[in-house]
């Protein structure tokens, strides 16, 4: 299985910032590599696909970056509603795997 | 816009079989480009991908190694319907569980509502 690796598992920031998100796959997953956001109580909600491209509907202060292992979530200018939770997931193969989360907390 | 709605109950007892049923609007199960698939969420595993069934050009289904000899996922295209049966739970299968459905090249674009299952005597 492809093991995804986050990081950092945690983040403090205010509202304003710019933050980016790491996330490691194991193995080359080229660019099939998705990002989710999740606040409690609810499902996951897909912010970026294809490591790149932006989910409908999504703000255009959230991007994604990177090809191979290495990826990249950046939000610019957070806003209160951004608080949550982020996981990365490959879809180079299956069984899909999630990374462990990465939980954006206010500072 | 797709909707997923599951149901089933959110008590299991250990050994039981745990049965969980999705009903998809918005789309349908036999679509040629979706894949409709169960993922499980609990602090101790975090989100796991669990199997899916597909059409395409006849139905297909599969599942994580991890629980593939306790697991059947089955479509039921008269009520555009899909499910989950996870066989011989432990309290280790208690998590939320959610239907999802996927497109693409593999991204999980619509979630259910999640049913948090508690598996206990």
């Known amino acids: 299985d492809i093991q995804m690796t986050q990081s950092p598992s945690s983040l403090s920031a205010s509202v304003g910032d710019r933050v980016t998100i790491t996330c490691r796959a194991s193995?080359?997953?080229?660019?099939?590599l998705n990002w989710y956001q999740q606040k409690p109580g609810k499902p996951p909600k897909l912010l970026i696909y294809g490591a790149s491209s932006l989910q409908s509907g999504v703000p255009s202060r959230f991007s994604g970056s990177g090809s191979g292992t290495d990826f990249t979530l950046t939000i610019t200018s957070l806003q209160p509603e951004d608080f949550a939770t982020y996981y990365c997931q490959q879809s180079q193969s299956t069984p899909y795997t999630f990374g462990q989360g990465t939980n954006l907390e206010i500072k | 816009q797709v909707l997923l709605q599951q149901s089933g109950p959110g008590l299991v007892r250990p050994s039981q079989t745990l049965s969980l049923t999705c009903t998809i609007s918005?789309?349908?199960?036999?679509?040629?480009?979706?894949?409709w698939t169960w993922i499980r969420q609990s602090p101790s595993r975090g989100l796991e991908w669990l199997g899916r069934t597909y059409y395409r050009s006849k139905w297909y289904s599969d599942s994580a190694a991890s629980v593939s000899s306790r697991t059947t996922i089955n479509p039921d295209t008269s009520k555009n319907q899909f499910s989950l049966q996870l066989n011989s739970v432990t309290p280790e299968d208690s998590a939320v569980y959610y239907c999802?459905?996927?497109?693409?090249?593999?991204?999980?674009?619509?979630w259910g509502q999640g049913i948090l299952v508690t598996v206990s005597s």
């Open positions: 999802v459905r996927l497109v693409g090249s593999s991204w999980f674009d619509s």
């Open positions: 918005g789309d349908s199960v036999s679509s040629n480009s979706a894949v």
């Open positions: 193995q080359s997953i080229t660019r099939y």
